[in-house]
């Protein structure tokens, strides 16, 4: 049994359809015992011992270039496909990625979706998780200059939705987002705000996000502390 194991690919196909050329093709993900994640940040992200499943997350269709993620509608209009093909797809020489991925490659295939994405206009929260995405990647190579870009752009996507979903179900796993990308970046008094609005909303039953935004809350105390900012008279108590 263990010897049938070792042998097994840690990766495995998947058939994925191209809403764009509406071609079929296959994929690559990472086989479930074979994601063994070390440790998640704050921020949701993880890092994996070996393979790493987010490298695998955007399919690239590999006859006409188009890019998604299973979070992507499934419908594209005519218009939208000739604008594609205008931006991107006539450019497309064919590569492939649909097999194995390192950093560069999955670099690509995120930088390709977010592009995808913008043409066809995917909802701000499609386009927030690409960019939230990205800069984890640039966090794995210690990158500081643009995962911090790439938050800050993150940032303004999650806040869009906010805005546009306002009281959606969801909304306190992204309003504790808002402000721990608000800590991240050193925007440490929009942060409080962010994580204030959870712990004081009554009508938030998510414990777990309560609980996450007071955590942070005093982690954003320490990071003021350290780095000697004033703090607000609602932080000069150390409870949350």
Known sequence: MTHVE???????SIK??????EQSFQTSRVRPSFRKPIRTESDFCIHYKLHNPDYYVVRVCPYCGYAFTENFSETMTPRTKELYYEKLGKNWNGLD???ERDWSGAMQTYKLALVCA???????RVVAGLLHHIAWLYRYKDNKEQEARFLQFALDAYIKVFEVEGEDVNNARLMYLIGELNRRLGNYQKAVLWFGRVINDKKIMDSAMIRACREQWVQTREDMIAAQLELPEEMKESRA
Do not use: H, R, S
Request: charged fraction near 25%; include cysteine; hydrophobic fraction near 25%.
């Open 6 to 12: 070792t042998e097994l690919d840690p990766l495995y």
């Open 16 to 21: 994925a359809n191209c809403v764009c050329c």
């Open 97 to 99: 990625l649909t097999g």
């Open 118 to 124: 913008q043409i066809k206009g995917e909802k701000d």
